[in-house]
């Protein structure tokens, strides 16, 4: 294709975009004041925004996001759309991005004007310069006045003359070509702080918000091939509000030259941005489905992904579950975990997060860490500890409140299980539950695949089986107070084993009597102290004098 062909086809397809046409649809000032409830903070933010002194020719707009969800939040829409709708309303705290297109001054020199007007309240100007890799393709104002964090830019329009680069050519333009050049429709609203009104100068986004649809505003190859990142953004929007992707926009998607683009076009540390928020979404198990059934995997993760998306089904199945047990967590690690479960063990497994999704060094480790949890939980499962564990609770062991004989045969059994559950939960740490829930998901899926052959209730009755297990292993957990083991700390430091052993040389040997410390506190749990003492001086007499 020839490098000039946006000046051909985009001024083309571009050129019916006037500023003088109207938007498509409107909302009327009496209509947003039943659908569009406005926050007290939000009213004084605008009321300052139209005070700040301009020219005649500015009209100020808030675009994108924000415009989005607040229709989302406040719009009444039909019941099978809004029980889509994942997302919960700004909390009064929380931060709001805005943004604010202007289309008669230059965004520096309006937030300059509104900092005066805002007073004290307002932080400094800042000024985002160009950074076509964070896809920051025009100089951008930045400030922050309360929990609001604003940005400030012209209007424009894109021209992509470089077949072999996603960064266009920009040129300030209208709103209705602000519009078009954006990714999605449903992206592409403004609310005109002057006639307070929504503004939908594609004549499809409000439909699509409606709807629940996923539509490029202008032709999807077109637009995907302009900025293949797109692909990506479809699927994380899709993903988070659990929209469906119109079928013009899949096929394009699929295309050969659209994946060569995205593979060509669009750099590693973009492709990990965007997973990762896919991995934040409402509907991880949904975007991850999505890439994979658009044959994306190759591009995204450079691997196929095997059993790794009906793990991620299963593992969050559990998560649903067991609600209670995770908070308000969105469990991002697992699903990183579960979906890359495939070849993890070997170095080149453990490399995609590093190198194909550039995502940080210490955020790999930690999905590291939760595989081989499960990985443990799962050895430990086809040793019988389901069946001890199940033993354990029969026999009615419980540590709290123990006054038993501690030589007693049961009891030292229960500290020998205690112990090596203990051995899991401290090296998985804080991850350690989600260890747990990946192991149940990696055994459930593969049940899955073993009896896909049979009846429904046989899949039923064997998958409640072997949740069984692993609940005796989690009871076991409770039971034998073992909850908070991962944050279980030596009761004699570093100096005191040094007080107590004075003749203990510095080294390995030191490190072997600080594990013995441990080992004997788990398996003899609230002894105390001098217990502790006198059992270290007994077990290391050697060492009790200089």
């Known amino acids: 294709m020839s490098s000039k062909r946006s000046l051909t086809t985009t001024t083309t397809r571009l050129r019916s975009l006037s500023s003088n046409n109207p938007p498509q649809q409107l909302f009327t000032t009496s209509s947003l004041s039943k659908t569009l409830n406005l926050t007290t903070s939000e009213i004084q933010l605008f009321t300052l925004l139209k005070k700040t002194p301009t020219t005649s020719s500015n009209t100020l707009r808030v675009a994108g996001g924000w415009v989005r969800d607040k229709i989302l939040e406040t719009i009444p829409l039909p019941t099978p759309v809004t029980s889509r709708l994942s997302h919960s309303p700004q909390t009064q705290n929380s931060p709001v991005d805005i943004d604010i297109a202007l289309s008669g001054t230059a965004g520096v020199d309006f937030a300059e004007s509104f900092k005066e007007i805002a007073g004290e309240g307002g932080s400094r100007v800042g000024v985002v310069g160009l950074n076509p890799e964070k896809s920051k393709h025009l100089e951008t104002a930045t400030m922050t006045l309360g929990n609001f964090y604003l940005d400030f830019v012209n209007l424009r329009t894109d021209e992509y003359s470089d077949t072999e680069s996603r960064i266009p050519e920009i040129k300030f333009g209208s709103p209705k070509e602000d519009a078009f050049r954006r990714d999605l429709t449903i992206n592409s609203l403004f609310y005109n702080l002057d006639s307070m009104k929504i503004e939908d100068y594609t004549g499809m986004g409000l439909r699509d918000l409606v709807d629940g649809v996923i539509r490029t505003p202008l032709s999807p190859v077109e637009t995907l091939l302009d900025d293949p990142l797109r692909v990506l953004r479809a699927v994380r929007f899709a993903s988070r509000l659990r929209f469906e992707i119109c079928r013009e926009l899949r096929e394009a998607m699929c295309e050969e030259k659209v994946r060569v683009a995205l593979k060509g ?154 112990f090596r559950l203990a051995q899991i939960l401290r090296y998985g740490g804080e991850s350690w539950l989600d260890g747990f829930v990946l192991a149940m998901a990696e055994r459930l899926a593969a049940l899955d695949l073993d009896l896909s052959s049979e009846s429904i209730e046989t899949r039923e009755d064997e998958e409640q089986a072997e949740t069984q297990r692993f609940e005796a292993i989690q009871v076991a957990i409770i039971e034998l107070d073992l909850m908070d083991v991962a944050k279980l700390q030596p009761l004699l430091n570093g100096e005191e084993v040094k007080r107590v052993l004075p003749g203990l040389p510095k080294g390995p040997g030191f490190r072997t009597v600080l594990d013995g410390q441990m080992k004997f506190m788990i398996m003899n749990p609230n002894l105390g102290k001098a217990k502790v003492e006198k059992w270290m001086k007994e077990e290391f007499e050697s060492f009790t004098h200089t």
């Open 265 to 418: 076009k669009v750099s590693r540390e973009r492709f990990g941005r965007e997973l990762d928020l896919i991995m934040s979404s409402e509907d991880p198990v949904g975007g991850v489905r999505l890439i994979v059934n658009l044959k994306l995997e190759e591009s995204v993760f450079g691997k196929p992904l095997g059993r790794g998306e009906d793990v991620l089904q299963k593992a969050w199945e559990k998560v649903e579950e067991r609600s209670s047990e995770f908070e308000n967590d969105p469990r991002r690690r697992l699903w990183y975990a579960a979906t890359l479960v495939e070849g993890m063990e070997t170095p080149s497994g453990q490399n995609v997060m590093k190198n194909m999704l550039k995502l940080p060094g210490k955020e790999a480790e930690k999905v590291h860490v939760i595989q081989q949890t499960s990985k443990k939980f799962l050895e430990l499962l086809d040793q019988g500890g389901d069946v001890i564990a199940t033993a354990l609770l029969m026999d009615g062991v419980k540590v709290e409140g123990y006054e038993g004989d501690r030589t007693d045969p049961i009891w030292r059994g229960a500290m020998e299980m205690r």
